[in-house]
């Protein structure tokens, strides 16, 4: 009786150790597709759970990359996204899914895209922590401030000094301030559940923001208050 309880346990800990091997070598390609929302398209895909990359994430109207992730043993994730020569953007995740950390490290702006143009140029530094359990956000600290942004579309376009943080009081919220001595002070409040949010604050007149903002519709001629909704 006992060497078959021995024979049942060592068979037990081969399959767990199988299937966990295949789990960790399972081609990205197989999965990480059905786990993205439909409008969204891995684009040079390559790797598996353990470690691997892709040329970036496509979406109607833009899109972002290069990432590369690897798992570290004991379940620590690592994942970057931007060109390893320009400080990309760092993620590290631990504990998930029960009691989650993770730390998200800035840096150059130039990995988030529009459709055959690089939407932002400068850096942010700082890094963000957050605490959380399963899918849900549970506490938030430090911020990401960086000085000289621009905004490269529709064209070349200053939006001065930057400071970013995440709220996850109520719900995970991703709150910014762009300001530009004389030009306009923009404060931003986006939704990162469903990706929507609103831009409020002014543009003086004659900053060269305030025909871009016109042409949307969020600041009307001759006023100096912006409000917008996206």
């Not at 037990?12 to 399972?26: E, R």
């Not at 590290?92 to 800035?106: D, I, M, N, V, Y």
């Not at 840096?107 to 530094?125: F, H, Y």
């Not at 963000?128 to 000289?148: K, M």
């Amino acid at each position: 009786m006992i060497r078959w309880f021995r024979r049942m346990a060592l068979t037990l800990f081969a399959l767990l150790i199988f299937t966990l091997g295949c789990l960790l070598y399972w081609p990205a390609a197989d999965w990480l597709p059905r786990l993205l929302p439909p409008q969204v398209t891995p684009v040079g895909l390559q790797g598996s759970l353990l470690g691997g990359d892709l040329q970036r994430l496509d979406w109607p109207g833009g899109g972002a990359g290069p990432w590369q992730w690897q798992l570290r043993w004991p379940g620590r994730l690592q994942i970057a996204v931007g060109e390893p020569a320009a400080a990309p953007w760092g993620l590290t995740l631990s504990g998930w899914p029960w009691q989650w950390r993770a730390e998200l490290t800035g840096g150059d702006l130039r990995w988030l895209q529009t459709p055959g143009s690089t939407l932002l140029a400068g850096r942010l530094l700082g890094a963000v922590r957050l605490e959380g359990s399963w899918r849900r956000c549970q506490a938030a600290s430090g911020s990401w401030q960086g000085d000289g942004l621009q905004i490269l579309v529709p064209r070349r376009l200053a939006l001065g000094e930057a400071r970013l943080q995440v709220d996850c009081q109520t719900a995970p919220w991703l709150q910014g301030v762009f300001e530009r001595t004389g030009q306009h002070r923009l404060e931003l409040r986006l939704s990162l559940a469903n990706w929507r949010g609103q831009v409020q604050g002014s543009a003086q007149p004659g900053s060269e923001l305030a025909p871009v903002l016109q042409g949307i519709g969020w600041l009307k001629a001759g006023q100096t208050q912006v409000s917008g909704r996206f």
